[in-house]
């Protein structure tokens, strides 16, 4: 039976996806209780001189927050945390928004920083058994308005910081028409974009073959996903590790064809077929920078962070 002080929900209100999470804290660290997640964009718009978030967008949001919340509270958790992201962080408009979720909801959003966002991410792969003896690992989490960049060693967070390079904000920066094939000058946009960001933060791996570089995010998902069924096999059954040449030969699929060929490739969800060929291709990139070809792809992320953090000062049950 479980003892609801030991249970924690958390909610992440995503640039691209609504996640929820219940989680009990256990002997053996934390088991999960309840998931949902809902693919709802809210972040259109994200890029432009003064970002807003639109009214359908918000409508849309809301309505799937307020159900992802009541299937939350159905586990009765003691602690519960709901937190917004990017796009919500860069809206001129988030007050309007947080306020009529808090109507919703009866709970409070709470707006995090691109820091804690991704300290919190940190906090999330670390409850992952996988990695659980894994003394170096490099995180990149991908989100519609930004990708979180975790670099952690023996356990413990060294760097956590969240850049402007998320799925949406790339193709509204750098892709003039979503429903053609990417241009070789857009896709050098991307690249550029990802360059002139990481050459800010001071990556030196200690054993760069020994590393585990760990991908979070619908992108990394998706592609696992793609590779999968190219193998005849289902997500859960495939392998978590991804090759970048396997990265590259999706993305040089995806790029070629138009959005309404994307929208027939297997296991491709409707709404990242625009955004996909820049994520997956500022993923690629990110790897490049830090000199790696293989990544690990771990379930892990903020919201996981966010119930581990409050859960953390809790007895095992």
Not at 225 to 241: C, F, I, N, Q, V
Not at 260 to 268: D, H
Request: aromatic share 6%.
């Amino acid at each position: 039976m479980i003892k609801n002080d030991h249970v924690a929900g958390a909610l992440d209100i995503g640039s691209n996806t609504l996640k929820m999470l219940v989680v009990e804290k256990t002997v053996d660290g934390l088991r999960e209780v309840g998931q949902r997640t809902s693919e709802t964009r809210i972040s259109a718009g994200i890029s432009q001189n003064n970002p807003a978030l639109k009214e359908e967008s918000m409508a849309r949001a809301i309505a799937v927050i307020g159900e992802l919340y009541r299937d939350m509270m159905v586990y009765h958790p003691d602690k519960v945390r709901m937190v917004a992201t990017s796009a919500v962080r860069d809206a001129s408009n988030r007050d309007v928004f947080c306020k009529r979720v808090l109507k919703e909801t009866g709970c409070p959003v709470d707006v995090i920083s691109g820091e804690e966002e991704a300290q919190l991410i940190g906090c999330g792969v670390l409850t992952d058994p996988a990695l659980k003896d894994q003394r170096e690992i490099l995180v990149f989490d991908m989100g519609g308005g930004s990708v979180e960049c975790i670099y952690i060693k023996d356990r413990k967070i060294q760097f956590a910081e969240s850049l402007p390079l998320g799925g949406v904000r790339l193709l509204e920066h750098h892709v003039a028409d979503p429903s053609q094939p990417l241009k070789d000058t857009e896709i050098q946009a991307v690249v550029d974009s990802v360059a002139r960001h990481v050459s800010r933060i001071p990556l030196q791996l200690e054993d760069p073959d020994k590393a585990l570089v760990v991908g979070a995010g619908g992108t990394w998902i998706t592609t696992r996903a793609m590779l999968a069924h190219r193998d005849g096999k289902t997500l859960e059954a495939s392998s978590p590790y991804l090759e970048l040449k396997d990265l590259e030969s999706v993305f040089s699929e995806a790029a070629s064809y138009t959005l309404e060929q994307r929208l027939q490739m297997p296991k491709l969800p409707r709404n990242r077929a625009d955004v996909f060929p820049v994520t997956l291709l500022a993923l690629m990139e990110l790897g490049k920078w830090a000199g790696v070809t293989h990544f690990y792809n771990c379930f892990h992320s903020l919201r996981w962070g966010v119930a581990s953090s409050l859960l953390e000062n809790t007895r095992e049950s």
